[in-house]
Nanobody, 126 residues
Framework: QVQLVESGGGLVQAGGSLRLSCAASGRTIRTSSMGWFRQAPGKEREFVAAISWRAVSTFSADSVKGRFTISRDNAKNTVYLQMNNLKPEDTAVYYC???????????????????WGQGTQVTVSS
């Protein structure tokens, strides 16, 4: 079992920055791919960014490429999402997700992940 707790969300003006954290407990996430997804009101949960356990590769959605950066600190069992140049359309609840140990799924797909956090609200004002 893995418990994930997101933090760092809040209200920010357009052009501002936030850093989300996802602290994991229960087992190490060193061998898990980790992802960030978001869900805006009335919309489906969508992929934002992910980091693989295999080659520490990172992936991001086209809508956030060049603005958001995912990273991990295995010693702290924590994953981060640095969000720069935020836009009003980035407003959503952001969820952290963990895949199974040594998983081989597509990091962009929700079904790859079997543990989810409760989410943290990010609101970007124009």
């Amino acid at each position: 079992q893995v418990q994930l707790v997101e933090s760092g969300g809040g209200l920010v003006q357009a052009g501002g920055s936030l850093r989300l954290s996802c602290a994991a407990s229960g087992r190490t996430i060193r061998t898990s791919s980790m992802g960030w997804f978001r869900q805006a009101p009335g919309k489906e949960r969508e992929f934002v960014a992910a980091i693989s356990w295999r080659a520490v590769s990172t992936f991001s959605a086209d809508s956030v490429k060049g603005r958001f950066t995912i990273s991990r600190d295995n010693a702290k069992n924590t994953v981060y999402l640095q969000m720069n140049n935020l836009k009003p359309e980035d407003t959503a609840v952001y969820y952290c997700a963990a895949g199974p140990p040594y998983g081989l799924g597509n990091e962009r797909l929700r079904d790859t992940y079997n543990y989810w956090g409760q989410g943290t609200q990010v609101t970007v004002s124009s």
